[in-house]
C-alpha cells in the first residue's frame, strides 16, 4: 500500500483532526508528514511540500531550526519544567525580561499560558477583574466585527465568525461588535460613528476592546488601515475602556514591524501573544502588561489573580522563545524581511492579471487576494491542487494568502508564485 | 549578592506568576530552579529540594528523565510540528491509537489541545454540540460541589473554588452543583437523592454531568468512594445526560490503576486527560471519545467541530508522550506502585499520632491529611518550612499532601516523611 496511506488510514481511525470536517478527507487526501526542514515538509513518500502558510501562522525561522533545536536540546539537558507558582527559572526570567525590552518596556510584566486562547481568556479576566477591584461592574465586552480570538467559550464570544460559533450561542458571554473597516476603506467616519454610538451607550458597562490590530488573519486576511485603529483606540480609552490587543497571529514581525501596534501611534493595555513566540515549535502565550495593572493584583489574598495552567512557564517552550529573541538580535530579520516582502509583493502582484482576483494586498509578510468565481468546494480544490503540485496552501473561503517562514528564499518564492500561476489557469 | 536573590529579584520584576499572591513574595522566597534531575530539584545555590507534588501534579517519572529526553530529542531532529488540519504525523497517530488501547477501546477516538482548560472546554463544547445535532437544546452542565476543572470561563464555570471565580460571576456559564460525598462518607444517599431531584428537575436541560473520580486533587485532595460514583454515574445516564471525566490529574497510574475510571463499573462518555500525559515535559491535552459522538460531527460543513489551537497535537509533545505509554509498557510502574504506595502510606499513618492531624488517607500514589489548627498563614509557613529543610511542598488550604513522581525511592521517601515530623514539630 502507499506509504502515506497507512499512516492516514490509522490517523483517520483514531485521530478527530482540529478545526476540519471529517468527511472532508472522503475526497481531500489527509497528508501525513514525516519530516520537516526549513521551508519543506516531506511526506512518506518522500514528496517535498513548500510550508506556505508557516503551519498555521506559527514557525517564522523554518522546520528543523538547528539553532532553536540545539538551544531546545540543552534546555532539556538542564531543566524541562518546573511549577511555577512559588519558583521560577533562568529561561523564563531572561524571555520576560527580553520581551518587556523588545516593546520598549511599553508593559513591564507578563503572564504566561499555553495557547492563544488562553493568553485571550486572561486578558478578558484580568481587564474584568482589575475594573472589579477598581469598583467598576463592566460585564461586557467589545470586539471588531470578522474578528477571530480563539476557540475557548470565552474567546469565542468575542469572535465574530458565525460557523464556528452559532450553535453555542447559548453558552457565550455578552459581547458587542463595532464593525471593522476593511482593506478598501480609508474613510473611517462611518466606522468611527457607530464605535462612538456604542461607547456612549454601553462604555461603563465595557471592560475592554479586544483588537487585532492591521490584520484580522482568521477573518479572510482583513487588512485594515492603522488610522483607523489610532482613532478608534484614542476614543475608547476617552472612554475608560481598556485595550486589548491581540497580536497572537501579528506579532514577532509579521507586519514588518516587531509588533503591529508599533504601527501606530498606541500602546495597549494588554499584549497577547502566542504562535511565532516559540518559532513554531512549542505551545507557548503570554499576556502582557503595565505594572498598574500588576499592582491592582497586589496586596491582601482577596485581590488575587488566580489564573494558572499546569504547563505555564514551561522551561522547553520558554527555550525555544528565547532562541528565536536571539534570531531576531543576531540577523538583522526585519530589515531582510522588507526586502524579502517587496521581492513577494512584485510578484503577488502578477495575479492581478485574473480578473476574477480582486483586492490583492499585502501588509509585511502577508500577501492575499480574494477569488471572485463560483467554484463549488474552492478551498479544498486548491487545497488539493496545491498538494499536487507540491505547495500547502490553505485559503481561507475564496482568499488565497500566502504567509510564509521568514527564511524562505527567492528561488522558493519563485516556485510557490509559478505554481500558484498554475494552479488558477487551471481552475479559472 | 545570594545567587538566588539576583534570579528571583529579576523574576519579581518582570514575572507575575500563575496562582499567586505577589505579596506573598515580601515573605516567602520566590525560589529560583536551576536544574532538576530524578526526584531533585536544584536552586543556584545547588541546595536540593524533593519534589513532593511533581512539579503540579505533571512529573510521573522524575525531571531529566533520560528515555524521555532521548525520545524528544530524536523528534527535534525530525519534524517539530506541523499544522493538524489537513495534516497528520506518526507521533500523534501512534499516541491516539495507544491511547485508545490502554483504555481497552472503551474510546475510538482523540481530538487534542495545549491544557486541562481547553481539554475541559472542547468536551463541554462537543457534549453541548452533540446534544443540538441531535435536537436536544441543553444549555446546562451539572458538576461536583468542591469540583475544580480550570481557569478558563467556561472551565472555572463548572468548578466550585469561590476565590477562584467570585469575581467574574458575571461572566460565567449556567451550572448546577450537586453536592460530593467526603472521605467519611460511606452511606451516600442522601447525595443521591440531592443528584436526583436536580436530575428530575433539570435534566432536559443538562447536557453533561463533569466529574473528577475518586480523588478532587485541586479540592483539598478530597477522596471520595467509588461506591458513589458508580451510583451517581448510572443514575445520570438514565436520564440521557452525558458524562464527563476528568482526569487531568488522576490520569495515568495516580490512582493505582491507568485511569481513575478503571475502578469503577461504568465508562465515562468523555474522557480529559493532561499533566502527566507528557512525563511532566511538555503542554498537550486530550479530549477522548466514541465514535458514535464523532459520527454526530461527521457529514456536511454545517455539522462541524471547528475547535483548534494553534500547537494542537505538537508532534514534539506527542513524542513525549509516547515515551512516556513506553516507560508503561517496559516497566511495570502499576505494580511497583503499588508497593511503594504501601510503603509510603505505613509511614504516612505515623501522622496519626499528631492530635491535630484528621482524615488521614490515601489512594494509590497520593496521600493526604488534615491539620486542624489556627495557625495564620499555615500554607505559608509549610511552604516556607519544607524549602528550608529541602523539600517542595504545596498544602491546599489546611490539607498537607504528598504526590511524588512515580520514581520515589525509599530513601527519598524517608527523607519526606522524616522532615514531615520535623516541621510538623516545629509548628504544632
Redesign the interface.
Known amino acids: 500500500m502507499d506509504k502515506n496511506k497507512v499512516?492516514?488510514q490509522?490517523?483517520l481511525?483514531?485521530?478527530?483532526?482540529?478545526?476540519?470536517?471529517?468527511?472532508e478527507h472522503k475526497f481531500?487526501e489527509?497528508?501525513?508528514?514525516?519530516?520537516?526542514k526549513g521551508v519543506y515538509?516531506y511526506d512518506f513518500n518522500d514528496k517535498a511540500y513548500i510550508d506556505c502558510?508557516s503551519?498555521?501562522?506559527?514557525?517564522i525561522f523554518g522546520?528543523?531550526n538547528e539553532y532553536i533545536?540545539k538551544k531546545?536540546?540543552e534546555q532539556?539537558?538542564?531543566?524541562?519544567?518546573?511549577?511555577?507558582?512559588?519558583?521560577?527559572?533562568?529561561p523564563?526570567?531572561d524571555l520576560?525580561?527580553r520581551?518587556?525590552e523588545i516593546n520598549n518596556n511599553n508593559f513591564?510584566?507578563?503572564?504566561?499560558?499555553?495557547?492563544?486562547?488562553?493568553a485571550v481568556?486572561i486578558a478578558?479576566?484580568m481587564s474584568?477583574?482589575k475594573n472589579?477591584l477598581q469598583g467598576k461592574?463592566k460585564?461586557l465586552f467589545l470586539s471588531l466585527s470578522n474578528s477571530y480570538h480563539?476557540?475557548?467559550?470565552?474567546?469565542l464570544s468575542i469572535s465574530d465568525v458565525g460557523?464556528?460559533k452559532n450553535?453555542?450561542k447559548?453558552?457565550l458571554?455578552k459581547n458587542i461588535f463595532t464593525p471593522v473597516p476593511s482593506f478598501n476603506d480609508s474613510d473611517f467616519s462611518s466606522y468611527l460613528k457607530a464605535l462612538e454610538d456604542i461607547l456612549k451607550k454601553y462604555a461603563d458597562k465595557i471592560s475592554a476592546f479586544i483588537i487585532e490590530p492591521l490584520i484580522q488573519c482568521a477573518g479572510n486576511m482583513n487588512m485594515y488601515k492603522v488610522e483607523y485603529l489610532n482613532k478608534a483606540v484614542r476614543m475608547a480609552k476617552e472612554y475608560d475602556v481598556d485595550i486589548i490587543f491581540d497580536e497572537?497571529a501579528v506579532g514577532f514581525a509579521r507586519t514588518s514591524t516587531m509588533f503591529a501596534y508599533m504601527q501606530s501611534d498606541i500602546v495597549p493595555d494588554f499584549l497577547c501573544l502566542?504562535?511565532a513566540i516559540s518559532g513554531?515549535?512549542?505551545?507557548l502565550s503570554v499576556v502582557m502588561?503595565k505594572d498598574c495593572v500588576?499592582d491592582e493584583?497586589?496586596?491582601?489574598?482577596?485581590?488575587?489573580?488566580?489564573?494558572?495552567?499546569?504547563?505555564?512557564?514551561?522551561a522547553?517552550?520558554c527555550a525555544c522563545a528565547n532562541a528565536v529573541l536571539d534570531i531576531f538580535e543576531n540577523e538583522d530579520v526585519i530589515n531582510v524581511n522588507k526586502i524579502k516582502s517587496a521581492y513577494i509583493f512584485k510578484r503577488w502582484q502578477e495575479f492581478l492579471n485574473y480578473k476574477e482576483v480582486k483586492n490583492l494586498r499585502h501588509c509585511g509578510m502577508v500577501f492575499a487576494f480574494d477569488v471572485d468565481c463560483n467554484i463549488n468546494n474552492f478551498t479544498s480544490l486548491i487545497?488539493q491542487k496545491a498538494l499536487e503540485k507540491g505547495l500547502?496552501l490553505?485559503p481561507l473561503a475564496k482568499t488565497i494568502y500566502f504567509m510564509p517562514p521568514y527564511i524562505i528564499n527567492n528561488d522558493e518564492i519563485d516556485y510557490v508564485i509559478n505554481n500558484l500561476h498554475l494552479i488558477l489557469k487551471e481552475i479559472l
Open positions: 499512516v492516514s490509522l490517523s481511525k483514531y485521530l478527530f483532526n482540529p478545526c476540519t470536517q471529517m468527511s481531500l489527509l497528508l501525513p508528514i514525516k519530516s520537516a515538509l502558510i503551519s498555521w501562522w506559527v514557525n522546520h528543523q533545536g531546545l536540546k532539556i539537558d538542564c531543566l524541562e519544567h518546573i511549577i511555577l507558582a512559588g519558583f521560577t527559572h533562568k523564563i526570567v520576560s525580561k520581551l518587556c513591564q510584566k507578563c503572564f504566561f499560558a499555553d495557547n492563544g486562547s488562553s481568556e478578558l479576566k474584568f477583574h472589579f461592574k460585564e480563539g476557540e475557548t467559550i470565552a474567546a460557523i464556528y450553535t453555542y447559548d453558552l458571554i497572537i502566542s504562535k513554531g515549535y512549542l505551545p502588561l500588576y493584583f497586589y496586596g491582601d489574598y482577596k485581590r488575587s489573580f488566580l489564573h494558572s495552567h499546569s504547563y505555564t512557564g514551561n522547553l517552550a487545497k500547502l490553505r
